[in-house]
């Protein structure tokens, strides 16, 4: 049973990261480290981590310095996860054999990745991990771009969002395809526990990684990363934009244990329009131009759509 | 639960793969992460069943791909721990990106690979076209020639590979099907003695060291990345041909095998020579040695060791030689071949009057006949004996159609 961080208040939180250095060079208001220290934060275990080449990557570990006191490996854009499984069968190996240096730890095995080396190109070695059942965490820090590369659409890029790849023009609203639903795809591996977080709900997301450490087996979390370079916003709104994020539903907060029993765990007390929401964005400014007014329409439809959906599985268990 | 030890006869009847797969269980190997491709896959079924009767204590990740069998065996010796895999061809060609990186982490692992044409067009059987594709991927190569060596060259890997000094991986190559589906007799080592050899794991920088964190794979730009690949190149260089040297003798000592890293044939006073790899150069030493009653002094240079590619003992082996064929077991698609081209480095700057021709063979599984390399010693004595190369630097052997020869 892994050791649950006792943390009783936002301050005592926000100092208590001692394995991630504020030390790095993630863009000042990036979520990216937020949510790092704050799955970092809900364990004193010992920690073997990787992270796939992205943002969180490039600006944690630039030689001859790392931002990184927990072990930590960086092998390339879509194999993290991999990485982190074959560290775990060397970890049963070496305790099985007895070999182990300090064979009393519990340590914890996670793979951090972008939505780009998760949803896309990684998909396949995430799924291989899932389906084998690793004693591993999976986290996405879901920027829903490839921000590293300078804004690229991924599999994650939600329709009309403008990205480099997929640019809104004099003809074009930008991305065309709906944003892929990874939560879902990996709870069917019928993993254990996937859920899906946001930063400004840190207690929300401390209690289900300390699920996710709790249970034996693969866990997959998918963590709204609000990008203040590629989403275009002020960095000091960072927190606002998570909030809009979760209060308007774009991004709802729920966990799925054994790939069947859905919990929503927020309820926002009042939804927002999703209109709020875009309109605190670059990424989606064309669409307030009236030929794609429609658009935002179809957005708020799809928002309650799913919102039902999820209610509907709630109460079926399913 | 302590596993069992396996009762060896002195000599079994083994082909080249199970051979590595009796290595594989001998040096007891914690973390194989595979994915079966032919005609590699017997190593690492072997494992499976060595595990599953209880031969073996360590842990069988059965992953998607090569590539994850080598991320995952990465993210094993990263842990710290003793790790091996095998593989071939398309899925060599598929790990080459983790290839490079598990050199540029200097993580020692073992990679049996089974030689075997690359497609298009789709091919089985065994080239060198996979061996190549690898050669520049910072690794340690070594090349079996028979189920023998591959069942010792795998021991000396480890060795190697694991030493302090050196963590580089290392891949054990042997020739597809010819080698690793051949049954002959290999003669054994007990399991303690194997094991001794090899030796306790001993991790450095490890993951699971909880104590001293490490930071493994950092981003360099133009500032470090020169000075990291540089060493790299260096220790590889320097200080691998070294280890191995002594790791050959130790094994000599232990088995009664002497391996080198050229292995001559008859080269003391030869005049024509072929140097080749894989299990051509047991054919070749068969035919120098039919030359020799026919009164041409021929000779055979077997490379055992690919990467880092042996100069010094390739110039010295070569020294005195009038007339050398080297032969490639790969298309080598717009250029000498590679043997040719590391031939020709490796005499240019000396004081040899050799003449040098390549010879491209056996793609594909294509026999090398004895009969080709009669054809092949003769033609080498043609050009000693008009003193300049008589025929096209470039020739393909035993190619239907036109004959295809080239510069
Ligand atoms: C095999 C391979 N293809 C492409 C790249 C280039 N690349 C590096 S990071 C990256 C995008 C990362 O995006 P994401 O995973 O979403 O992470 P983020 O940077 O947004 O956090 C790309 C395309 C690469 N490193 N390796
Ligand atoms: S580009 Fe976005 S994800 Fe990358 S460091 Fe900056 S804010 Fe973070």
């Known amino acids: 049973m892994s050791e649950m961080k006792k943390i009783k208040n936002l301050k005592e939180f926000s100092t208590s990261a001692d394995r991630f250095e504020g030390a790095n060079l993630l863009c000042p208001g990036c979520a990216h480290s937020i949510i790092v220290r704050e799955v970092l934060n809900a364990t004193n275990d010992d920690l073997v981590l990787s992270a796939s080449t992205g943002c969180l990557e490039v600006c944690t570990a630039v030689y001859p310095y790392t931002s990184w006191d927990a072990s930590w490996i960086h092998i390339g854009f879509e194999n993290g996860s991999t990485a982190v499984a074959g560290a775990e069968a060397m970890y049963k190996a070496l305790k099985r054999k007895g070999r182990l240096k300090q064979p009393e730890r519990n340590p914890k095995f996670v793979s951090f990745a972008g939505d780009g080396a998760s949803y896309d190109i990684g998909f396949q070695w995430i799924s291989g991990c899932m389906e084998r059942g690793h004693n591993m965490m999976h986290i996405v820090l879901d920027n829903e771009v490839y921000a590293n590369t300078g804004g690229q659409r991924s599999s994650s890029t939600p329709i009309g969002a403008s990205a480099t790849t997929s640019p809104a023009g004099r003809v074009s609203y930008g991305e065309k395809r709906n944003k892929k639903d990874m939560v879902s795809i990996m709870a069917s591996h019928h993993i254990p526990y996937s859920a899906q977080v946001s930063p400004n709900k840190w207690k929300d997301m401390v209690k289900k990684i300390q699920h996710g450490f709790a249970v034996d087996g693969p866990v997959f979390i998918n963590a709204a990363s609000p990008c203040t370079t590629e989403w275009k916003f002020d960095p000091k709104d960072t927190m606002t934009i998570a909030d809009l994020a979760t209060d308007s539903l774009v991004f709802p907060l729920y966990e799925i244990i054994d790939g069947k029993e859905l919990n929503i765990t927020y309820r926002p007390k009042n939804i927002v329009p999703v209109e709020d929401y875009l309109a605190a964005q670059g990424r989606f400014k064309h669409l307030f131009k009236d030929e794609y007014k429609y658009l935002i329409k179809e957005w708020q439809e799809r928002i309650d759509d799913n919102w039902a959906y999820l209610q509907r599985r709630e109460e079926a268990r399913v | 639960m302590a596993f069992d030890k396996m009762e060896l006869r002195d000599i079994e009847v083994w082909d080249g793969n199970f051979a590595a797969a009796q290595a594989l269980r001998q040096c007891q190997i914690d973390v194989v992460a595979a994915y079966p491709i032919t005609p590699s896959t017997p190593i690492v079924e072997g494992y499976a069943k060595f595990l599953a009767d209880n031969y073996i204590e360590g842990e069988f990740v059965m992953v998607e791909s090569e590539h994850a069998a ?298 090398l006949t004895k009969a080709q390399l009669v054809d092949l010693f003769t033609e080498l004595q043609a050009n000693v004996d008009a003193g300049k190369v008589t025929t096209p630097l470039q020739q393909f052997i035993g190619v239907r159609g036109p004959k295809l020869s080239y510069l």
């Open chain 2, 70 to 367: 080598m991320s995952g065996c990465i993210g094993a010796a990263a842990a710290g721990g003793r790790v091996a895999t095998a593989t071939s061809s398309q899925g060599f060609a598929l790990m080459v990106e983790t290839l490079y990186q598990a050199s540029g982490m200097r993580l020692p692992i073992v990679l049996n690979v089974v030689n075997r044409a690359l497609a298009s067009p789709l091919n089985v059987n065994g080239d060198h076209s996979d061996m190549y594709l690898g050669r520049d991927s910072g690794w340690i190569q070594i090349d079996a020639y028979c189920p023998q060596d591959a069942y010792d060259l795998n021991f000396i890997a480890f060795r190697v590979s694991e030493d302090h000094d050196i963590r580089l991986p290392a891949m054990v190559h042997q020739d597809g099907f010819m080698t690793s589906h051949t049954a002959q007799g290999v003669t054994t080592i007990s399991d303690d003695a194997a094991y001794n050899f090899v030796g306790d794991y001993k991790p450095m920088n490890d993951m699971l060291d909880f104590e001293h964190p490490v930071t493994h794979g950092v981003q360099t730009e133009e500032d470090w990345h020169f000075e990291h690949k540089a060493r790299q190149h260096n220790d590889l260089m320097t200080k691998v041909l070294p280890k191995i040297e002594e790791v050959f003798k130790d094994f000599e000592k232990l088995s009664g095998r002497r391996y080198n890293i050229v292995e001559e044939y008859e080269t003391k006073d030869a005049d024509v020579c072929v140097v080749c790899l894989g299990s051509s150069v047991e054919t070749a030493r068969e035919v120098a040695g039919e030359m020799r009653e026919k009164g041409i002094k021929a000779g055979v240079v077997g490379i055992r060791v690919i990467r880092p590619f042996p100069f010094a003992q390739i110039r010295d082996a070569l020294k005195d030689i009038k007339a050398i064929a080297a032969l490639d077991r790969s298309s080598p698609n717009g250029a000498p071949g590679m043997l040719f081209n590391e031939i020709a480095g490796s005499l240019f700057n000396t004081d040899t009057k050799a003449l040098l021709s390549g010879y491209v063979y056996g793609l594909g599984g294509r026999d």
